[in-house]
């Protein structure tokens, strides 16, 4: 069952779809970094980096994703792989699976690497608006909506799950839900969602 559409203005018409993989439970770096270009309800492009995050990796986090010291080795940190992400990060509303998280990674890269830049970001989650048009499923996790729609998935690699969170989002405006309720402002100095007034 289709949402009814509020008339709200105009919805974004860009959308930076990423995801990252972080190396340890701390969450404050990423090791990889997943990133689609969705706009006027197409895929555009894709880029996909590791990133040596300079602090240590854990062993549950390497079985997770296959990252480790060897495979970040001789890769740019966060600080030098932003110079190439932030106009792209820039251009658009972020939307991620479980976005707070990775909106979070995100802020604390920043915070850490000591670098300025949006004080507050807008953002959307696909796994809040999946919620509103598959209702009928186990659980919103992505691998689980993936399975019933069909979308290819090679889960914890940030491309495949970018791509796979980027194809979701397409489904979720073509059945009607409405962008506007989703929308949020993320404060990346706080490191928190701003509440909606």
Not at 25 to 47: H, T
Not at 81 to 91: G, N
Not at 135 to 157: A, G, Q, S
Request: net charge positive; charged share 25%.
């Amino acid at each position: 069952m289709k949402e009814r559409r509020q008339e709200a203005g105009p919805a974004p018409a860009r959308f930076i779809v990423f995801d990252t993989e972080t190396p340890n439970w701390r969450c404050d770096r990423m090791c990889s970094v997943g990133v689609c270009l969705v706009e006027e309800g197409r895929i555009l492009g894709q880029a996909y980096a590791l990133v040596d995050p300079e602090e240590p990796f854990e062993a549950f986090h390497v079985r997770l994703h296959g990252i480790g010291p060897r495979t970040v080795a001789g890769q740019p940190n966060f600080a030098a792989l932003w110079k190439r992400l932030e106009p792209l990060f820039s251009s658009g509303v972020l939307v991620a699976h479980n976005a707070p998280f990775d909106m979070a990674v995100l802020a604390r890269c920043l915070r850490d690497y000591g670098i300025r830049w949006k004080r507050q970001v807008p953002y959307a989650c696909t796994c809040q608006m999946a919620r509103a048009c598959l209702r009928d499923v186990p659980d919103h996790k992505l691998h689980t909506l993936c399975r019933r729609l069909d979308i290819p998935l090679d889960h914890h690699n940030a491309a495949s799950d970018s791509l796979a969170c980027a194809r979701l989002l397409l489904y979720c405006l073509e059945q009607g839900v409405d962008l506007g309720r989703y929308l949020r402002q993320y404060d990346m100095e706080r490191i928190a969602t701003l509440r909606r007034r």
